[in-house]
């Protein structure tokens, strides 16, 4: 049986972080404070820095200057798989991370490296408002590539949700996937927060989707991909045999990393429910903890 751990180290500053001699340093775009601090870092010991991009719209991905179909990038990959890999989370969307952390997986690879920034704080709508400037829009749920969920199916048994500051996001899922309620559905609450307090931007603004449904609510600490991976794990050990469950990852990257890192390793009873935002430049201010995450497979 194959199993993975993820090893968490924290720094106050990106500074701090050493990566790997000769690591191949895969990132996306920067948003705001934390994204330029991540691109800063000092790459010296990087053999090559490319960006990863994923295009909704056709369903590609594209690496350096390179383009593929999201569902065989492979080729585009296996380049760098004999040298140190480390994904640079703070600035990469949920699905160029799914589908680059897939791929690498497929391919043997048994250990790397994801970065992670926490910011200081989120932009509000407003001062002293209780909404946040997160996304200019929010495209709708698509598909990803290889984690496809066929929810009009009695099969899929189970889902988790984990959440964040934007409540319009669990509320057009509920909507457009109205099958979703007759499922065992668990909301997860980043609990603790980066900062006391902060899970209550994310619980308040929720109460009113969840206070006529029976979804199971729980939490697992908004930074830790480990606890969240466990806790998905759990879900998973509940289903009837050959059922299938989703997650959707619309709360925290550590979150999204802890669902990146489940699909991939659960490809035939996993699929992922995602809405692919449109960030918000700025949408965050300043520079809180960085975490490197060591993923090992064995």
């Known amino acids: ?171 057009r899922a509920l909507e457009e996937y109205q099958m979703i309620s007759s499922k065992e559905v668990k909301v997860v609450f980043g609990v603790p927060a980066f900062k006391p307090g902060w899970e209550l931007n994310s619980i308040v603004p929720h109460l009113s989707s969840l206070n006529d449904k029976s979804f199971e609510i729980a939490y697992c600490a908004a930074n830790d991909p480990s606890a969240a991976y466990e806790l998905l794990e759990k879900t998973k050990h509940s289903l009837s045999a050959e059922s299938q469950m989703f997650v959707a990852p619309i709360g925290t990257k550590p979150c999204g990393v802890a669902t990146a890192l489940f699909a991939s390793m659960n490809q035939n009873q996993v699929g992922i429910l995602y809405d692919h935002p449109d960030k918000k430049l700025k949408r965050s201010s300043g520079l809180g903890t960085w975490h490197k995450f060591t993923v090992v497979i064995s």
Do not use: W
């Open 1 to 171: 049986m194959t199993n993975i751990k993820i090893f968490t180290n924290k720094f106050s500053s990106v500074q701090d972080v050493s990566l790997p001699e000769n690591c191949i340093l895969f990132h996306g775009v920067s948003l705001d404070d934390r994204g330029e601090n991540a691109l800063s870092l000092d790459d010296t010991k990087a053999s090559a820095k490319l960006k990863i991009t994923y295009y909704h719209e056709t369903m590609r991905l594209s690496i350096g200057g390179d383009e593929i179909d999201a569902d065989n990038c492979d080729p585009l990959l296996s380049q760098y798989i004999n040298l140190p890999i480390v994904f640079e989370a703070t600035t990469l969307g949920l699905a160029e991370l799914y589908c680059a952390i897939r791929s690498v997986i497929k391919l043997g690879v048994k250990k790397f490296d994801v970065l992670y920034g926490e910011p200081a704080g989120y932009t509000q709508e407003r001062p002293g408002g209780d909404s946040f400037a997160l996304s200019n829009k929010i495209v709708g749920y698509r598909p990803i590539p290889n984690a496809v969920v066929d929810l009009s199916s009695d099969n899929v048994e189970a889902g988790v949700f984990f959440l964040g500051y934007e409540p319009e996001r669990l509320e």
